[in-house]
């Protein structure tokens, strides 16, 4: 949480600090190394405002602990001192051949095209570098789209190159929960396997 006397930056833009001075907190990259402040990792963190484990569930837990039991939140983040700045879902990243792009910064961008309607952007897999970004969009009636132009469009708003999708699949409607959120892992399997199966044809 922030505090009062916080910095105006800190307060509007981090997510704040541990609530408890006992609260452990660092950032780390996939194979578990502490990245400096201000690089983007995951944030692990090890405390008395840390839960201790999954009710009734040892395989989950051993999955979400480290070994020296810190917690693994799920969260990309910087951190910068004791401050945490938010950059998205670890699940809602692709890794771009170590580059890690935030699929929530992509479709704010792809949303400022008129035309479209909605768009969820997910990893699909690639040989070479391991995942690629693929955008699903939606667009608004009586319009098209076609990768090379929303490339241009997204070059246009200074994206950086490698965040550019790398492949445009159009659709009518999207997987929806029953909370009425976009399911981004049945879009995941849905690239996966149209990938494969041109894979298998070709």
Do not use: W
Not at 55 to 75: I, L, N
Not at 80 to 87: D, L, N, P, T
Not at 115 to 126: I, L, Q, W
């Amino acid at each position: 949480m922030t505090r009062l006397d916080d910095a105006d930056a800190e307060r509007f833009n981090s997510s704040g600090e541990p609530v408890s001075a006992g609260d452990e907190i660092k950032v780390v990259d996939d194979s578990g190394r502490e990245r400096p402040d201000g690089e983007p990792g995951q944030l692990l963190c090890r405390g008395p405002y840390t839960m201790r484990g999954y009710y009734d569930d040892p395989e989950a837990t051993r999955a979400a602990f480290t070994a020296d039991g810190f917690y693994r939140m799920g969260d990309a983040v910087r951190k910068i001192g004791r401050h945490v700045y938010f950059e998205g879902r670890m699940k809602d990243l692709v890794n771009r051949g170590g580059e890690k792009i935030s699929c929530e910064d992509v479709e704010s961008h792809i949303l400022a095209h008129r035309g479209v309607r909605s768009v969820c952007v997910v990893a699909m897999p690639d040989p070479v570098y391991g995942e690629k970004a693929c955008a699903f969009v939606l667009p608004q009636p009586g319009t098209t789209l076609t990768l090379d132009e929303l490339s241009a469009f997204l070059a246009g708003r200074g994206i950086a190159r490698f965040k550019l999708p790398e492949r445009l699949e159009i659709v009518a409607a999207f997987p929806i929960s029953p909370a009425g959120k976009i399911l981004r892992r049945e879009l995941r399997r849905m690239i996966g396997e149209k990938i494969a199966a041109e894979k298998a044809a070709s």
